[in-house]
């Protein structure tokens, strides 16, 4: 077994809490069909989220370790987006089969084994508390991909207790309303977390900018942090996987050391905003273009017409 998992912790945990996971998702679609359950075909649903980003972070991990090459010059991460988008298009079906079956059930109810419903849902919680624990040791916690995973996982735990809930509920008071009711509910989980995937991986397959990155704000504090920057233009930035990118025109003041203002200015974007590869083009005259924006810094001396282009790579 140790040769099959990765070396790696994150990619060995992840690992484990997928293979978890689809193992329970798997074991829950068995019980919903033999039971009668649809609360738990609904949760096998929430599980397949969790093993979807379990997915996705685990192909981040290794993809982020294979080098850029001559055809792929930003390597492979994009995958990981088009595989989210995907994943979550096909959420939004099951969620609406699952719907549709639910209202069918308020008006002809289906007999549910409430006994094995019960059988299947413990063994699904505890299989989440389990992955939960994997996600969730010590240095993994700072890795942003394996957070957001253990968020997912956190969020089937209450699907799962619901299905237990719903299952003693149907072996004590034998209301099988309650089936289709929590399935509803559940459904409701999986459309938030699959609607919000899908509307992140859209925008990211656009090459948005990410959310968090405020465009004119950046260029005040570019130039206000960095008095030799006069006004900052053509400014694209975007995100493939976890790797920010940018490039930007930056106008300045004719730099004594052009190096060091160069480092200062990657330096304040990577503290700032987190990006990590940025291409910079410095402009020594004046800018004219429709995009630039004039900002309150007096001109030094105008110089003659000249450009520099510089490229900075920090991971």
């Known amino acids: 077994m140790s040769s099959f998992l990765p070396q790696d912790k994150n990619s060995r945990r992840l690992l484990l809490a997928f293979l978890i ?3 329970f998702m798997v074991a829950e679609v068995i019980g919903g069909l033999i039971s009668g359950s649809l609360a738990l075909l609904a949760d096998a649903g929430h599980m397949l989220t969790d093993a979807a980003a379990l997915l996705v972070a685990l192909l981040a991990v290794r993809f982020a370790k294979r080098k850029p090459n001559s055809r792929h010059t930003f390597g492979y991460l994009r995958l990981t987006t088009m595989a989210a988008f995907v994943n ?3 959420l939004l079906v099951i969620v609406v089969l699952i719907v549709w079956e639910a209202i069918a059930r308020f008006f002809n109810p289906q007999p549910v084994m409430g006994t094995t419903m019960l059988v299947i849902a413990i063994a699904g919680l505890f299989a989440n508390i389990l992955a939960f624990w994997l996600l969730h040791q010590g240095e993994e916690k700072a890795n942003i991909n394996v957070r957001a995973a ?3 996982v956190l969020g089937d735990l209450l699907g799962s207790i619901g299905a237990v809930g719903a299952a003693l509920i149907i072996m004590y008071t034998g209301w099988t309303p309650i089936d289709p009711i929590l399935s509803v509910l559940v459904s409701c989980l999986v459309l ?3 609607w919000r995937l899908l509307r992140e991986s ?3 397959l656009l090459e948005g900018t990410p959310e968090e990155i405020d465009i004119e704000q950046l260029r005040r504090d570019l130039s206000q942090s960095i008095p030799e920057v006069r006004n900052v233009h053509h400014v694209h930035v975007w995100q ?3 790797q920010r990118l940018m490039t930007l025109h930056v106008q300045v003041v004719p730099p004594h050391d052009h190096d060091a203002l160069l480092d200062r200015i990657q330096h304040h974007l990577l503290e700032k905003c987190r990006i990590g590869h940025s291409t910079i083009q410095m402009e020594y005259g004046t800018c004219e273009t429709p995009d630039c924006v004039i900002n309150e810094v ?3 001396s105008a110089g003659h017409d000249h450009h520099g282009h ?3 790579h920090h991971h």
């Open 21 to 23: 996971t689809v193992t």
């Open 150 to 152: 253990a968020l997912h």
């Open 240 to 242: 493939i996987g976890e």
């Open 192 to 194: 938030s977390n699959a």
């Open 88 to 90: 979550a298009a096909a």
């Open 310 to 312: 510089s490229h900075a």
């Open 202 to 204: 859209f925008h990211e």
């Open 298 to 300: 007096p001109a030094a």
